[in-house]
C-alpha cells in the first residue's frame, strides 16, 4: 500500500544551521505531498505542499520539491531558528482517498 | 474566526470504557476527519464523515465509530476500550468540495487508558 519514510529524530542544529529532512514515499499513482508541523502545544498545521512532479513548494523559509524519479520530497531551510523547533511531518494524498497518510514525524531542536 | 475545535482536551479512561469526543470543524467546513496519533507516531486514519456519512475509512475496528451532525460537528466513539486505544485524537476538517489533502487539525484529546 501506500506509505511514506521520513529520517528518524530528533535532529539537533544550531541556529542558523542549513536543515534537511528526509522523505520518501511509495504509491500506486500520483500523490499530492505534503509538510506538517507540529509546534509544541499546538495542532498540526500545513507547512507547504506541492501537486505534481517538479513543482517546488515553499512557505516560511522552508521548501520542498516533489521528485517523481527518485519518490522523494526532502525538506530544506537555509538557516534554523529556534522556532523552527517542532515535529515536522511528511504526507501524502491520493485523489479520491479521502485520507492523508503520514510518515513517523522527526522532530527538530535547534539551539541558540 | 474559530478554527477547529476538539473537546475534551485530556481523559483518562480504564479497559472496558466508552469513550466520546467531540470537534467542530472551521468555519465554513464541511468535511471533518479523525487521526489517532500514537506516542511517537504520525498520524493514521480513522475515519471521514461528509453529509453525515461515513466516506472512508481507515484500518481500524468496529470499537471505533463516529457521526456528523447537519452543523457539520462530528463525534468520534471508542467501545470496549483497550490499553492500546492511548492515544492523541486528532480532528481535521476541509472546505466545502475541496478534497486536497490540505487539512485544518485541532489540538487534538488526549486519551489515557489505564
Known amino acids: ?112 | 474566526d474559530a478554527g477547529v475545535t476538539q473537546s475534551p482536551t485530556h481523559l483518562i479512561k480504564t479497559r472496558g470504557q466508552q469513550v466520546t469526543l467531540r470537534c467542530s470543524p472551521k468555519s465554513g467546513h464541511d468535511t471533518v476527519s479523525w487521526y489517532q496519533q500514537a506516542l511517537g507516531q504520525g498520524p493514521q486514519f480513522i475515519f471521514q464523515y461528509y453529509e453525515e456519512e461515513e466516506r472512508q475509512r481507515g484500518n481500524f475496528p468496529d470499537r471505533f465509530s463516529g457521526h456528523q451532525f447537519p452543523n457539520y460537528s462530528s463525534e468520534l466513539n471508542v467501545n470496549a476500550l483497550l490499553l492500546g486505544d492511548s492515544a492523541l485524537y486528532l480532528c481535521a476538517s476541509s472546505p466545502l468540495g475541496r478534497d486536497t489533502g490540505e487539512l485544518f487539525f485541532g489540538e487534538g484529546s488526549r486519551l489515557t487508558v489505564l
Not at chain 1, 11 to 21: C, D, G, M, N, R
Not at chain 1, 59 to 84: C, I, M, P
Not at chain 1, 89 to 103: E, H, N, P, R
Request: charged share 20%; with cysteine.
Open chain 1, 1 to 112: 500500500g501506500d506509505s511514506v519514510t521520513q529520517m528518524e529524530g530528533p535532529v539537533t542544529l544550531s541556529e542558523e544551521a542549513f536543515l534537511t529532512i528526509n522523505c520518501t514515499y511509495t504509491a500506486t499513482g500520483y500523490p499530492s505531498l505534503f509538510w506538517y508541523v507540529q509546534y509544541p502545544g499546538e495542532g498540526l498545521q500545513l507547512l507547504l505542499k506541492a501537486t505534481k512532479a517538479d513543482d517546488k513548494g515553499s512557505n516560511k523559509g522552508f521548501e520542498a520539491t516533489y521528485r517523481k524519479e527518485t519518490t522523494s520530497f526532502h525538506l530544506e531551510k537555509g538557516s534554523v531558528q529556534v522556532s523552527d523547533s517542532a515535529v515536522y511531518f511528511c504526507a501524502l494524498w491520493m485523489d479520491s482517498s479521502y485520507k492523508l497518510i503520514f510518515g513517523s514525524g522527526t522532530r527538530l531542536l535547534v539551539r541558540p
